[in-house]
């Protein structure tokens, strides 16, 4: 497996062999995807669920289909089979560098909402995610 951590294993069936690659390798506990819990389960890390709900895997939970930067139920995905993996607002399919470049123009935000069909809070989520992270997205 080229990715280990695009696959759901690690978190479902693999815990007990991914604590076992924590500890061999001494990871800081801050970094680990698994814990022990208090009941004596293991169970994933607050880091790892919060990594979990960006990410959305194929019905086997093999491979790691889509993820949601900003989390799921919020305006931007990265799909490699929308917009070559750019970052887009998946109910219209319009990239999210379109959106910031239109209210950097100088577009009122209510308006480019109108033309997508959004509203205005994911109108100022996509341009906030664009200032923050467009350079980091993009292909070099």
Do not use: C
């Amino acid at each position: 497996m080229q990715y280990p951590l695009a696959t759901l294993k690690p978190y479902t069936s693999g815990r007990e062999l991914a604590l076992e690659a924590q500890e061999f390798v001494g990871l800081d506990p801050a970094l680990s995807i698994v814990i022990l819990g208090r009941d004596g389960f293991l169970m994933p890390s607050d880091p790892a669920v919060a990594f979990l709900d960006k990410v959305e895997f194929n019905d086997a939970g093999d491979v790691a289909e889509r993820l949601f930067p900003l989390g799921r139920g919020k305006p931007i995905v990265l799909d490699p089979t929308r917009s070559f993996g750019e970052p887009t607002i998946p109910d219209v399919g319009v990239r999210t560098e379109i959106v910031a470049e239109l209210v950097s123009a100088g577009e009122e935000p209510d308006r480019v909402a109108g033309i997508y069909s959004i509203s205005v809070t994911d109108v100022e989520q996509v341009v906030d995610f664009e200032r923050r992270h467009g350079d980091l997205t993009r292909a070099a």
